[in-house]
């Protein structure tokens, strides 16, 4: 028998390995095992190091939440609780140094240590009834060998042999050593390897032994092997599924909401009048609406609520969030950059000392972000000359602020009142309360918005903040109406990489007409392929895929599709840059919802700016190739649709902060001419720009809010089989200009072209409406009938008209008047019915599925978690579903089953159905 070994660093995951580790926690371990290593007393027994090896560990991880003790024989069990009465998650066994006779080694595992640990194994599985086992441990404390429970499960427990050995042992009542010479004859011929993670204190005795911060970092994966993360594989910080509770809570006592229980449902609502502060951002817009008494300026008010107290509440919300979501994105960004600088403060921009009141935020959301360096103002030049342009829509003033109010109107003087768990200790200990815009920020202050894993340790013990925490925020704020369930990320990540990987096969099926079934196959066949333009090739079929979310909510589902394609596309080694490069070096995968970026020697991937240029050129190219792969994914790969205007705002947020991720500075010391390519065959747009010299410009975001619409799903005027041939030849514009216009929106830089494009949009969606229900089988029929009627009316008689001859043709026209009258109301019922006031038209809205033609080809994936509402509490969109013609619509039905058939409706042929169901 052999052991496989691996470092600690190899055996760790690679979402916990890029987790930061506080400094008084890494101050801690060292002590606590320089205090062990301290202790050793060659001369002393095993079981006076055992408990030596127990204080270490409960001083150092355990003491509080896990029991550490002897069970029976075995030397140290780590239960998953603090009592002894819980289950057992680690056996430990311990021998002291010099015992080599019993102590394994790599070139010798089969001696008593092992046996006993099997024997310990076998007991709790049988005589505990344990399936909660975890891992399983040897040390002489010096080296220490740390097996996974799951390979002892399969390959020792299930082992035919070694099973029969314990039933004999126990059923004849056998001694310990007999039940371990038989076992190491058993082991003798086996020839599995043994996987464990091995390391030995004394390799760490650099770190250990001097006061040098920098050489703590190589402690940083000893502590993580020996964890309760590890060890007891208990959920870290950074697990996708957590809420950082206190940070939402407070957060939400800052726009002025709270969560509240309703029939058994967590909802968030404004506060209760008696507890509504009027400094909190909601109170704050609610007054300055009222005060300006705008509320009636805002388009489609009647969506907002049925009250005016709904409809005002409602409004300022969808204000809050805007101006929530600006922060929040900026705090992100704001921390990327001192990241990228090695920590450089200077590049710090969003504080209390820099925008000290409402109008100086508003000057930096509008004046800074939405202009180029150049174009801004003399008098804010310098003082945001760090801060870059983004080009995004974020910060365009949206349409319910000009309808109502901007930022800059809220008022700065009034006081808020610190919520009682605040994370503003300090502060709460001197004072009540804080101007808004102040406690704002010092509330963003006391967490950790950067970058995780880009320092080993930190030097503060404040909780971290990264996008997979804001999800779940945005998702919580998102279904405050209804209290809609969070889906949990290893949800969206299992059902994102089965339906992709699938996908892509049936990608590759298609193209090339190839005899494959699994991914696995797949990736066997482009590995036979090793030409640039092989690689291009099918980075570009990949680019081909399309899926849509049709209730996106925050995007939860296309923030995962896009980890996925990514990681897809590395691990069929076709995640290349523009010239079709690969990344050999690095290994790109997802774990907790995330993407994860190692190089070969398990290191993580920084990108950071040294001295005025990239740490290395290789660093350059793959954050610049990732921000281009994610940028062409998102705008040719991924849709949503939702009902919700927040929802559709915080989806196209977490897909610009996963670009925000890759932002890059652009490597230009000359002006040149840069082509992107949509890396869709058909469409390629040049981009010709001065860029910066010296890594000071940051590339800014593509326009990708065009992917994300706002509608109804399930309510469509036209067929998704509507035929536009006859509307194609009457329009002024093709679908490949429809594309390229949509394909340029995407791209373009300039904001006047971006509305110019925009402007073109819409009226090619424009003509399409009026030419279809010119078109449409009402007016074909409206038509028919007035032109019978002309013709009635304009009928000549050579020898006059009889009696009997006009008393008919008056019958008739009568009965012609009557059916025009009828068709004109069909008409306008279906042109100007307020029940398709949100009407989504899947039939034109994503020229992305659409052929040369205008023919709907569909989507490849249609992937998501519909909303779960009996249809019979839904009284005002009934009519509307009924004029759809769902076969499974019934009012004792419920409104998920409208979303599979309208998921299956706008699949393409051999397309997949990803959904979560309620049955």
Known sequence: MKLEKQTPKQSLSKAFLKQPVNRDEITLFKTSLQTLLGKINENESEEHHKNFVRDFLLDTFYKTEYEINTKGRQDLAI??????SDRVGVILEAKKPTNK?????????????????????????????????KYLVITDIYRWFIFDANFFDKQIYRNTQIKKLYQTYKADRKDNPFFYGELQKILVNFNEEIPCTYFDIRDYETALKNDDLKDDESLIELFKILSPNHLLKVPFADDSN????????????????????????????????????????????????????????????????TTRDEKLFSVALELCLTWINRVLFLKLLEAALIDYHQGNRDYRFLDINTIQDFDELFTLFHQVLAKLPEERRENIKAKYARVPYLNSSLFEISELEAETVTIESLKDTISLSLIPTTVLKDIKAKQNGLPTLAYLFKFLDAYDFASEGRKGIKENNRSLINASVLGKVFEKINGYKDGSIYTPGFITMYMCRQAIRLAVVQKFKDKYGIDIDTFEDLQIYVGKFYKTANILEFNALVNRLRLCDPAVGSGHFLVSSLNEIIAVKSELGILADENGKPFPKFEITVENDELIIFDTDRNQFKYQ????????????????????????????????VDINPNSVKI?????????????????????????????????????????????????????????????????????????????????????????NFVLQYKETRDREKKRDFETKIKQIKNDFKTQLFFFSPERRELADFENQLRASESKQFLFGETDEEKAKRFEKETKLKARIEQKKAAVKQIEENAIYKNAFEWRFEFPEVLDDDGNFLGFDIVIGNPPYIAIQKMLSEQKAFETQKYKTYSKSSDIYCLFYERGIQILKEKGLLTYITSN
Not at 103 to 109: H, L, N, Q, T
Not at 264 to 292: H, P
Not at 688 to 697: G, L, Q, Y
């Open 79 to 84: 239960h998953v609780g603090k009592a002894a």
């Open 101 to 133: 006779a019993d102590m394994i080694s790599a070139a010798s595992p089969n001696k008593k240590a092992l046996h006993e640990l099997i024997l310990y194994y076998f007991n709790e599985r049988k005589e505990a009834d344990n399936f909660e086992l």
């Open 242 to 305: 957590r809420l950082d509770k206190n940070f939402y809570t407070e957060l939400l006592h800052i726009i002025g909401l709270e969560e509240i229980k309703d029939k058994g449902k967590l909802k968030i609502d404004r506060k209760d009048l008696a507890r509504r502060d009027a400094g909190s951002l909601i109170e704050n817009a609610i007054t300055i609406i009222e005060t300006k008494d705008c509320l009636y300026k805002v388009k489609n008010l009647e969506s907002y609520g």
């Open 609 to 640: 700016i040294n001295d005025g240029k990239p740490n290395t050129k290789e660093a350059q190219r793959l954050q610049k190739t990732l921000f281009h792969e994610k940028q062409t994914i998102i705008e040719n790969c991924l849709f949503g």
């Open 651 to 739: 989806c196209r947020l977490r897909l610009w902060i996963e670009l925000l991720k890759n932002a890059y500075y652009k490597d230009n010391a000359e002006t040149r001419t840069e082509v992107r390519v949509s890396r869709d065959e058909k469409n390629a747009l040049t981009d010709v720009r001065a860029s910066a010299k010296n890594f000071t410009e940051l590339e800014t975001l593509p326009n990708i809010d065009i992917n994300i619409k706002e509608g109804n799903s399930l309510v469509s005027r036209f067929a998704l089989d509507e035929d536009l041939t006859q509307v194609l030849s009457q329009v002024e514009y093709s679908i490949e200009d429809y594309r």
